[in-house]
């Protein structure tokens, strides 16, 4: 913990002299989502509003703003905890993604299309290949599909999928393999990408559909395979 606090406590100038419970709540956000507090981990009241700085009022709104968002868990008299998903939960997400995103490449119109985005989290992808680093590979993969997300150029759509990207960063930190779980997918991207640079929007969607039914599938086979080791005897 005293690691994951001193990182936070760098965060406290992102805080400025209009400290609210919204930012406050970003910052949490950015660091549940990068795994600085895995799912399970028990937040300190005092030990989190010391380093970032804040009152126990600001502190437990932006707890409430991320417990709305499923990210956090209150339990009776025993505090806010980060939220451990459950395979419906998983399915869940799955299913929402699968709504708005396909339906964001089904409306983008005629092209050409703002690619810039998609291109560089693809590059960044690439990088963290090369460098074999598989955490920052699936950090890549969730820009990639942020960014395609915003095509659609609603900031309704990346307030709603911006929750949803950091539950599924939730799912992530518990994969045992991510390799496995990621390499497969920078190649997917690639295609997803250059199909709309072709202005292909119907082989895009097909491609992205097909990427995460896939996808769902593997996470929920990791869901099931640690369900069943907690549970042996």
């Known amino acids: 913990m005293a690691e994951q606090l001193t990182g936070l406590a760098d965060d406290r100038a992102l805080l400025g002299r209009t400290s609210t419970a919204e930012r406050v709540s970003d910052i949490l956000r950015t660091r549940i989502a990068d795994g600085y507090f895995p799912p399970g981990t ?23 703003l991320l417990t709305h968002e499923r990210l956090l868990v209150h339990e009776l008299n025993r505090g806010v905890f980060v939220r451990v998903l459950t395979v419906e939960d998983v399915e869940d997400i799955y299913r929402t993604r699968t709504l708005v995103e396909c339906a964001v490449v089904r409306g983008l119109g005629e092209p050409p299309y703002a690619l810039e ?24 993969n969730i820009h990639f599909h942020r960014e395609l997300v915003a095509l659609a150029g609603s900031e309704r759509t990346d307030e709603l999928m911006r929750s949803v990207f950091a539950e599924l960063r939730l799912a992530f930190h518990v994969v045992d393999d991510p390799r496995r779980l990621h390499e497969p997918y920078l190649a997917r991207n690639r295609q997803i990408l250059q199909a709309l640079q072709a ?13 995460l039914s896939d996808s769902l599938q593997r996470v929920v086979e990791v869901y099931l395979r640690r369900v069943g080791e907690e549970t042996a005897p």
Not at 199 to 211: K, W
């Open 42 to 64: 028990r937040l300190s009241e005092d030990a989190i509003g010391g380093a970032l700085g804040v009152s126990r009022n600001t502190l437990r709104e932006a707890f409430r």
């Open 117 to 140: 985005g998609l291109t560089a989290a693809v590059t960044e992808g690439q990088l963290a290949t090369h460098e074999n680093d598989w955490k920052a590979l699936g950090t890549a």
């Open 199 to 211: 202005g292909d929007c119907a082989a895009a969607e097909r491609l992205l559909e097909t990427y």
